[in-house]
């Protein structure tokens, strides 16, 4: 997001809806022209009320639009202008009563109208209180939206305008830039059209006993972001998963799994399906010997925990990978090179994504990653700080070379 210019000639349209969190629009519209863009702004009347629209047009050195009937300043239909001027439309806030008017097809005021007739890809960003976010008509609209290929920027969790702690805040402005500057700047082609692709992702569960189970803290968001990333570039993806609190991703056929056992029984049934596996899921590399039928109840001070190893699911495909491309993952603490070479080796792989998690932006549950990609000669190649999805495609960049 330092390089200047990145969004040089690329005209983002930005929807500000009535939330308190209008107020942050005010610092997206200023990066946005400062790395280059040129932005308008729709507002709606509840939005006018919390940001003045003087601000928004001084930061934007454009005017900005407020209702359908405004003074006419030229002699374009406002709306079908807009859409049509749009290489990306951004609504940040979004309330859920705007969220749920576009799921519905309801174009009553220039924010809505303006959406239904663009063709430009849309961002959504919800802003609003943790009950309305949680309710199930708000996340069925959200989810229908998603359907259709809207993109939405996840809300964070923390203290509300209200005084409630939960999940509503308005994504940090950061994040939102990158969701902006991913859907501007990445290729939309379909260079993967005809390949059959197996993605793993998330953590594992192995259980203890009916509550109790082993697991890590992998959020799955490097393996999902593959999935999509590989799907919108034409690839047929299966996505193995296990449990996470992400979303489906449009388009993508999802297993969801838990064990270790059910991942590589899943991985088996389809293997002669695909043409490349990428193993991006943490899978445990040890279960409990023995699981309890019933919950283990704290009668004495120490258990013995006897834990057993599971299957290395890609040591057992690298034994029957034939022509078939086969990517593992490597997040190692110490000694990440020898490791991810030593990983190449023994498990027959094509290449190996690694990653030190101790680095910051590069460990768990973060949207970004810091990888290196070591190939079958031992070749390593760095890249710097990024989003996974700017890594995903770094990923797929490089099984296609190996596929030529």
Avoid at 133 to 146: A, C, R, S, Y
Avoid at 261 to 280: G, K, S
Wanted: proline share 3%; charged share 25%; glycine share 6%.
């Amino acid at each position: 997001m330092s390089d200047m210019n990145i969004l040089n000639g690329k005209n983002v349209v930005l929807g500000i809806t009535g939330s308190i969190a209008a107020y942050k629009a005010a610092d997206l519209v200023s990066r946005l022209k400062k790395l280059g863009a040129n932005v308008n702004v729709i507002m709606t009347e509840n939005s006018t009320r919390l940001i003045n629209p003087i601000t928004l047009q001084t930061l934007s050195s454009n005017y900005v639009a407020t209702g359908m009937f405004d003074e006419v300043k030229s002699w374009e239909i406002e709306h079908i202008s807009l859409a049509s001027r749009a290489d990306v439309f951004v609504i940040a806030p979004a309330t859920a009563n705007v969220i749920g008017k576009i799921a519905n097809g309801i174009a009553d005021d220039l924010l809505t109208t303006t959406v239904m007739a663009t063709k430009a890809p849309v961002i959504i960003a919800p802003a609003m209180n943790v009950n309305m976010f949680e309710n199930k008509i708000t996340q069925e609209n959200i989810n229908k939206l998603k359907s259709f290929g809207y993109r939405f920027i996840e809300p964070a969790t923390g203290v509300l305008a209200c005084g409630v702690y939960g999940k509503g805040k308005l994504a940090d402005v950061d994040d939102i830039l990158n969701g902006i500057i991913e859907t501007l700047t990445v290729v939309q082609t379909k260079d993967l059209s005809g390949m059959h692709l197996i993605v793993t992702a998330g953590p594992t569960q192995e259980p203890i006993d009916p509550v109790r189970y082993i697991t890590n803290r992998s959020s799955g968001k490097m393996g999902y972001a593959l999935a999509e990333r590989a799907h919108m570039r034409g690839a047929d993806v299966l996505l193995i998963s296990g449990p996470t609190s992400l979303n489906a991703i449009s388009g993508v056929e999802t297993m969801n799994i838990k064990t270790c056992d059910e991942m590589l029984q899943r991985i088996i049934d389809n293997f002669e399906w695909a043409d490349a596996v990428i193993m991006a899921a943490a899978v445990a590399d040890y279960r409990p010997e023995f699981v309890a039928d019933q919950k283990i109840k704290k009668d004495d001070e120490i258990i013995n925990l006897r834990l057993v190893r599971n299957p290395d699911i890609l040591e057992k495909l690298g034994q029957i990978k034939g022509n078939k491309i086969l990517i593992g993952f490597a997040a190692e603490t110490e000694d990440l090179d020898d490791n991810a070479r030593k990983k190449i080796i023994k498990k027959n792989l094509d290449m190996i994504v690694a990653n030190d998690v101790t680095k910051e932006g590069a460990g768990f549950e973060v949207d970004t990653n810091i990888i290196s990609i070591i190939d079958r000669e031992g070749k390593i190649t760095r890249y710097p700080l990024m989003s996974k999805m700017q890594a995903a495609d770094v990923i797929l960049d490089r099984i296609q070379d190996i596929m030529k």
